[in-house]
Structure formats: C-alpha cells, structure tokens
C-alpha cells in the first residue's frame, strides 16, 4: 500500500511542481499557492524552489516597499515569509489604522482580511504593538461572526478551528488534516492539488502508523510495566511528541530515538516522583554519574537495578549505532543531557522530601534543566545528518538564549496545566506554588504572571527563527514545533494530555489512524 501511495505521489509531485514554478508570474498568486503547499503539509516536497521562491519574494517587496495591498495579501505577505524566517516589519499594518490609533472600520467586513490578520498576528516579536491590539481586535470580529453572519459550514469550521489554534501555533500534522477537509469544499480548490495533499498525507500517515506500530511492540516486548509497574505507559504520547517535531518522512530515525528517550524519562520520572525513597534515589543518583555497568551492585532493590540496566543498555546502543553512522558525538551528548536531567530530578526529589519550597528564580533554575528539551534536541539530532554536526552539538551545549527560553517554556506550561494533579500526588511544589509563597498572591494572579512571562518566551522564540541566520532552518522548525507542541500537550483548558492520555486521543486517531478519502 505504501508504494502504490508513492508511486501516485510521485506522478502528480511533477505537475504540482509546475503549477508553483507558474506562479512566480504574480507575486499574490505565487506566496498563495506556497501558503497553500504549506497548510496542506507537501511543501517538504519542494524546500529548494519554495525557498528561491521566497527569497525572492522578500527582495521585491522590502526593496520596492510593495506592501500597497489590501488586508488580506498583506496579512499574507507578512505571515508566510515571517513564519520563514524572513522578518518583514509590522509597520505593513499601520496604513490599516486611522489617525487615532484604532484600527478602520472599513475593515470590519473584511472576514477574510480579518482572519489573515488575526493569523499574522501569531507571529509578533516584542515591542510589535500593533499587533498585540490586532490580535484582540480581529479576535472580537471572528467571535462576533460566528454568531451573527450566516457562514457556510465549512467556513464556520475553519474560523472555530483557526480561533481555537492558529496555523502558526498549531502540530503540523494536525492542521494539515484540518486544512484538507477544508480546502475540498472551497469554490476554487484544485483537483490535482487536493488528490495529490491527500495521497501524501495517506502515505506519510502509513510510514508514521508502521513507526508506532515498531516502538509499541519495543515497549511490549521490554517488560517495563511488568517489572515498573508503577510507570505510565506512555509510548503513543512519545512518539505524538516526536511526530510533533519531525513529522517529515525522512526524519524516521530522529522520532526513533526521541521516543525511545521520552520513554526512559517517563520510567525515571515516575520513579523519583512515585516510588522510590529519597535513600534509594540517593544511590540511583550516584551509579547515574558514572553510567557503568559496574555501578549496578551499589543499587539498593531489583526495579532499580532493572531500570539501570535498561538505561545502560539504551546509552551502549545509541553508542554502537551512532559509531557506525560516523557521529559517536550524538551519543555522548544524549548520555550527558539525560545524566543532567537526572540531577535536576534529584533536586526535585529532595525539595519534596523535606517539603520545601524554592524560591521561584531557584526552582525555575532547576526546572529548565528538568523539562528535557536539550535531551530531547541531542535526540532529534541524530537522525538530521545533513544540518546537526558537531558544531550544532558544541550550539546545544554552549546553551543559547533560544533553548533557554524554550526550557522555560515546557517547564512553567507543564506546571501550570498539571500542578494540581502533581500536588494531590505529593510532588515538590511547582512554579504556581513558589510565586504564590514567594510574592504572597493568590493562585490565579501568579497562574496569570507566569502565563505573561511564558507569552513573552514565545514572542522571543519567534524572534530568534527571524534572526538567527547561522542556525539550520530545519533546526529552528523544531523550536517552533516545540512551542506548537506545548500548545497542544499542555493546553490550558485541558490541564496535561501526557499525564491524562484522553485527552490526546483525537489527535492520535486523526493523524495515525483514519485516512482521509
């Protein structure tokens, strides 16, 4: 079945291919049918002309000032070479305001317009004003909309889907689902391009599905519940994470390995969270250090030896397979994060066994470390042989801004939508619980600080895939894919959907398992 959706996706590659090298007759036209191969998640098929096209696009209208378009070209314009790395300025908007500051209402009934500048508006940068007023703005029309015009269905979806999460903030995968079922009920939808979106979304699902199906039976076939059985089984929500990040076929191995580690993260976690005694984590901590076979004697009970071992064991495969691959340095950057976010758990353990509450700058210290990103960045770059070298390696352990202010991020927006859970549960305090204690405030006022703060991290995520040219663009897409991923996984209406797997469950059928027809 995989190589009949191939061979039907390699026929129709070639005239969808011509139809993107036609529009570079307008530039309207030609950054529509881009966006289009975006939303509808085949644009990997042509990085190399898309980014051509792009460049070129970016050099017309910035060195000719061609921004005299209407609200929804300029939205268009602004968000698609912003979410390329191309930082068009927000001053593009300012001629759709009116002498007073507020935005013209010769816009209003503009919904197209509306909703373009509502996405757009995803993309700001601190100190872009303008378009943290054209969020609040466009937001109230959409919201108005849905109650007060007579919208097609499909149209009333897309704008409910678009409210709930933009392009911008939203999986990849999940949005190009979202989008296709859009897209064939729209007046001017292309035959070619629907059946040629649907076919590859159908045969990337099945690459994705065999995946699954390979690291399910690893986990089975490991024994961890038996031998752990108090740690979640969490290889679905792992590999949901991995495919967040590197959904692309070619990045096969990468989601491998990103899963196999969230997986031993989960059986640590839930042993220095749930199980063991602080004696015993003392003595887990230590043979951690030295990450030697030997070191097993001076472990205190079986589960622990079995789960040393297992660790042991996944550090001398990664070893062996990255010596064969010419990279040994991935391997050793993986071990020495996972010792790092070992350390971070002991930290944690200890404050919870003396029940002690750490300052806030102190815990979120600490808790940078503990939300495993730069483990899970050492683990996606095994498989990017192409951008992720051993500089890219010497980048991701100098720790630069960007991984900080993502580290940040997964750490204060897993606390916030999982901290009554872990509180019930007897953890160490989290972010919420050292603000309150710390500035004497109420639950809901530092919930609301510690939002604005993970707002602000973003804005400057956003900001560093605009401005840092010397990072691999395929690299920078992970930061974006993170912060998508955190949307989705810790979504503030929903509290943690890897602690509560329920609620990831439409997304999982969605993406792995129904085909779209």
């Not at 966006?35 to 050099?59: A, P, T, W």
């Not at 042991?312 to 495969?317: A, L």
């Not at 806030?360 to 951008?387: C, D, H, P, Q, W």
């Not at 979504?491 to 329920?502: E, I, K, L, S, V």
């Amino acid at each position: 079945e995989f190589q009949f959706y191939t061979c039907q996706v390699q026929q129709l590659k070639k005239e969808v291919e011509r139809m993107l090298i036609d529009s570079r007759k307008d530039v309207v036209k030609n950054i529509e049918f881009i966006d289009l191969l975006c939303r509808l998640g085949v644009s990997y098929h042509f990085e190399n002309e898309i980014e051509m096209q792009l460049k070129n696009i970016f050099y017309a209208v910035t060195h000719q000032n061609d921004y005299d378009h209407d609200l929804y070209t300029t939205s268009l314009l602004f968000r698609v070479l912003r979410q390329h790395g191309y930082k068009v300025p927000c001053s593009v908007f300012h001629r759709f305001k009116e002498v007073n500051g507020e935005f013209k209402r010769s816009i209003v009934n503009d919904l197209k317009g509306i909703l373009g500048l509502y996405e757009a508006s995803h993309l700001s940068v601190h100190e872009e004003d303008i378009l943290d007023e054209a969020l609040v703005f466009t937001r109230e029309i959409l919201e108005k909309s849905l109650v007060s015009m007579q919208l097609s269905p499909h149209i009333e979806k897309h704008i409910k889907n678009t409210l709930i999460r933009p392009f911008h903030k939203g999986l990849p995968r999940i949005k190009t689902r979202q989008y296709i079922s859009f897209y064939e009920k729209e007046e001017s939808v292309d035959g070619t391009l629907l059946e040629f979106a649907k076919l590859d979304f159908n045969r990337v699902q099945l690459l994705h599905k065999q995946e699954l199906s390979i690291l399910s039976r690893w986990w089975r076939d490991s024994n961890f519940t038996e031998q752990l059985p108090y740690v979640r089984d969490r290889i679905v929500e792992a590999y949901f994470w991995a495919n967040a990040l590197l959904s692309e076929p070619q990045y096969e191995f990468s989601r491998f390995m990103i899963s196999k580690y969230l997986a031993m993260v989960t059986l640590v976690d839930d042993t220095y969270d749930s199980y063991a005694t602080f004696e015993e984590l003392k003595h887990f901590t230590e043979a951690m250090e030295r990450c030697d076979i030997d070191a097993i004697d001076q472990l205190p009970a079986g589960y622990m030896k079995f789960l040393y071992k297992v660790l042991v064991n996944i550090f001398n495969e990664t070893a062996c397979e990255m010596t064969k691959r010419g990279r040994p340095y991935s391997a050793d950057s993986i071990k020495e994060e996972f010792k790092n976010l070992v350390q971070s758990y002991h930290i944690e353990a200890e404050w919870s066994c003396n029940q002690h509450v750490p300052p806030f700058e102190e815990y979120i210290r600490n808790g940078k470390s503990s939300s495993g990103i730069t483990l899970v960045l050492a683990s996606a770059f095994t498989g990017m042989e192409n951008v992720a070298g051993i500089k890219e390696y010497e980048w991701l352990r100098s720790n630069p801004e960007i991984i900080e202010a993502t580290k940040f991020l997964a750490c204060v927006l897993n606390d916030i939508s999982g901290h009554q859970d872990e509180q019930k549960r007897g953890d160490c305090a989290s972010s919420v619980e050292c603000y309150m204690k710390e500035y004497n405030v109420s639950k809901e006022q530092a919930t609301e600080v510690i939002r604005e703060m993970s707002a602000s991290a973003v804005k400057y995520i956003n900001s560093m895939c605009m401005t840092s040219s010397a990072i691999p663009r395929h690299i920078l897409k992970i930061f974006a894919n993170i912060v998508r991923g955190c949307d989705v996984v810790y979504d503030r209406g929903n509290g943690d959907a890897f602690t509560n797997p329920t609620k990831l469950k439409d997304h999982v059928i969605s993406i792995f398992i129904e085909k779209i027809y």
